[in-house]
């Protein structure tokens, strides 16, 4: 039924709440039937390809933003005027933020260790290569609010000393690097980036493969060598990219710090449940009435989650 074409498996789309998903001419289109490739494939021989589908994203997002109306950036134009990097690695350990791409290494204590190691060179990395199955609470996010990671990344250049700046995304992610090339131009014009105004800072993306989404095996790609993880220690917060102190947390990470900064370690701290601390960004999919990713305290119930948030199966 399909004519002149020759589908063929490929690597997962992190489209897990919308599939089947399909990529045509580097273009995502999820919900994909028989029905519809054949819609998809006419218009694209006609030149008029088909608006690429959206999934359902994020949803119930309550406390991620920070701001009423607009006001991306402020948190940090307030700490480049009249703040203190070690007051604000202060906040990060009082409100208990760990990095939420899977290890929980405690922020505050990861961003004081880039802060104090010697070296007059620092990088930031965020890692957005999120390549885990049935993830993409990521994906989500840069959807929605690029500009919250965004000044995430900047607060901690800002904080450790880092004078570079570097956004490490799956190559997947086409719409979300569109998403964070508009947060990055906004940043530049309102004179946040380069030169004397703050760090210089890029996207690169990632050449693909489950592993490089480990820290190690992340730097060595961006050191242009093989996907693998390195012997640790040396450990990136002191000997990271190309040898420099290393600060690298998730997007996940950045996009909750200029809340709790503007709200108080203590807001963030009061969430949670059985002593959890805070709240996370959690993918669901497969049977359930609404996928997507929602927002829940640290401890929910994984019945809750699906039954209350998700609906039920």
Request: glycine share 14%; aromatic share 6%; hydrophobic share 35%.
């Amino acid at each position: 039924r399909l004519p002149g074409c020759r589908p063929r498996a490929c690597p997962c789309l992190g489209q897990c709440d919308a599939g089947p998903a399909l990529s045509l001419d580097g273009r995502i289109h999820t919900g994909a039937s028989e029905d519809s490739l054949i819609v998809l494939l006419a218009a694209h021989k006609t030149g008029r390809p088909r608006r690429a589908s959206r999934p359902a994203g994020l949803r119930e997002s309550k406390n991620l933003f920070p701001y009423r109306r607009g006001g991306a950036f402020h948190v940090l134009k307030s700490l480049r005027r009249k703040g203190d990097p070690d007051a604000v690695i202060a906040a990060l350990k009082e409100s208990g933020l760990r990095g939420m791409g899977g290890a929980g290494f405690p922020a505050g204590a990861k961003w004081e260790i880039v802060r104090r190691a010697p070296g007059g060179e620092k990088v930031v990395i965020c890692n957005a290569d999120e390549s885990e199955p049935g993830a993409f609470k990521d994906r989500a996010l840069l959807d929605t609010h690029p500009a919250l990671v965004l000044e995430g990344m900047l607060i901690a250049a800002w904080a450790v000393g880092a004078r570079r700046a570097i956004v490490y995304i799956r190559s997947e992610y086409a719409r979300q690097r569109r998403s964070l090339g508009r947060a990055l131009r906004a940043a530049r014009e309102g004179g946040l980036l380069g030169g004397r105004k703050g760090p210089e800072a890029e996207i690169f993306v990632s050449p693909g493969g489950y592993i490089c989404g480990e820290e190690t095996a992340l730097l060595e790609v961006l050191e242009d060598k093989r996907a693998q993880p390195r012997d640790k220690p040396p450990y990136p917060g002191v000997e990271g990219l190309f040898g420099r102190p290393t600060l690298i947390n998730n997007a996940e990470t950045f996009a909750l710090v200029p809340a709790i900064l503007r709200k108080g370690p203590g807001w963030y701290a009061g969430f949670g449940r059985g002593g959890g601390r805070g709240f996370k960004l959690l993918s669901i999919s497969g049977p359930v009435r609404r996928p997507g990713v929602y927002e829940v305290e640290l401890g929910t119930p994984i019945r809750a989650l699906i039954e209350e948030k998700a609906g039920g199966l």
